[in-house]
């Protein structure tokens, strides 16, 4: 998996690594996405590359307008939609423990970033990137997720890499 490290978090660094993320799964499987319940994870762009994506044949109406583009609650449906071929499940707000990035996340601030001092932006990402890949290479493991709660499927597998 390609990482990204931007200066930003927005709507078009987010579309840009879900393209990345989907061009290295065959076009026919089946892929579902876990994420938290920020704006920028239900962007019209989104829906929109999504809806292109699953050759989806209906009207998607406009931003603030009506269809589904209409609004964040109306967006999320779509991209959660379990007959699509790319579908998102989104954890509920304020429950990031279930979101297992947000703990890799944890993992980083606690082992690496609150016990370290940088002096540049540049120091920092390095130090990332050894961090990663020292973990990728000595305790890189599947993570078995089994959430029972509004979730029909069986089991969630996760690598982060």
Not at 5 to 17: G, I, K, M, Y
Not at 108 to 136: A, D, G, W
């Amino acid at each position: 998996m390609e990482k990204s490290l931007n200066d930003t978090r927005n709507e078009q660094d987010f579309l840009s690594f879900i393209k990345v993320l989907i061009e290295k799964y065959p076009v026919n499987d089946d892929i579902t996405i876990i994420a938290d319940n920020l704006n920028t994870h239900m962007f019209a762009s989104l829906v929109k590359w999504v809806a292109k994506q699953i050759d989806f044949q209906g009207d998607l109406g406009e931003k603030r307008g009506g269809g589904i583009l209409k609004s964040m609650v109306s967006r999320k449906a779509f991209l959660e939609n379990k007959s699509h071929r790319i579908r998102f499940v989104f954890t509920p707000r304020h429950c990031s423990w279930l979101n297992p990035i947000e703990n890799w996340f944890s993992k980083i601030q606690r082992q690496l970033i609150s016990r370290t001092s940088f002096t540049s932006k540049s120091m920092l990402i390095v130090t990332i990137e050894r961090y990663i890949n020292c973990y990728n290479q000595h305790w890189l493991k599947p993570l078995k997720w089994k959430f029972k709660g509004f979730i029909k499927e069986k089991e969630i597998n996760i690598i982060l890499t």
